[in-house]
T-cell receptor, first 120, second 114 residues
């Protein structure tokens, strides 16, 4: 089945530094990937839609200069949290749809295992 | 516009008893609906999906869900709970567009008592 790999699973960084999170589709090509943020005991909040070869589409209220997304190939999207602050501490998850014969919106999302970011 | 409401934030059952997790949706078009499960500090795993074929959908681990258009519901059920079913469950609706943006419910925490 389709596998999405996310790395690292945990990262601790100091305030003011930047952190990069990678999301890879291992056995399929993904022209679109999605980045979410999840607070404890809460649902997933869509941050942005990552589009291969073009700019990401950010949700309202998400700072594009703060959360830099690069989708340079059909199997890799990266999220960089720039100048991280303690309030950026959260669980970040990526997902992608594996192409099949079904319409795009009928294909399930495949999720990475998430990245726990702690900013000290 | 589309939305999803999971009617219970917490559900607690005893091992071996039935599970019912409720989900209501709102969509301008015939929806694509999904149930996902999330174990602590993990990503989400697909349990099952409805995409306008059979209204009763069977998924993994003995779960199933029934799409009821008249009630705008897509409740998740399992005849007999197992300890390993304890997790967070999300009902999701997807837009029928090329982007296929997904809207997540707030989640239901399932606790299974021995």
């Amino acid at each position: 089945g389709a596998v999405v790999s996310q790395h690292p699973s945990r990262v601790i960084c100091k305030s003011g530094t930047s952190v990069k999170i990678e999301c890879r589709s291992l056995d399929f090509q993904a022209t679109t990937m999605f980045w979410y943020r999840q607070f404890p005991k809460q649902s997933l909040m869509l941050m942005a839609t990552s589009n291969e070869g073009s700019k990401a589409t950010y949700e309202q209220g998400v700072e594009k200069d703060k959360f830099l997304i690069n989708h340079a190939s059909l199997t890799l999207s990266t999220l960089t949290v720039t100048s991280a602050h303690p309030e950026d501490s959260s669980f970040y998850i990526c997902s992608a749809r594996a192409p099949d014969r079904a319409p795009f919106y009928n294909s399930p999302l495949h999720f990475g295992n998430g990245t726990r970011l702690t900013v000290t | 516009a589309q939305s999803v409401t999971q009617l219970d934030s917490h559900v607690s059952v005893s091992e071996g008893t039935p599970v019912l997790l409720r989900c209501n949706y709102s969509s301008s078009y015939s929806p694509s609906l999904f149930w996902y499960v999330q174990h602590p500090n993990k990503g989400l795993q697909l349990l099952l999906k409805y995409t306008s074929a059979a209204t009763l959908v069977k998924g993994i681990n003995g779960f199933e869900a029934e799409f009821k258009k008249s009630e705008t519901s897509f409740h998740l059920t399992k005849p007999s709970a197992h300890m390993s079913d304890a997790a967070e469950y999300f009902c999701v609706v997807s837009e029928r567009t090329n982007a296929g943006k997904s809207t997540f419910g707030d989640g239901t925490t399932l606790t299974v008592k021995p």
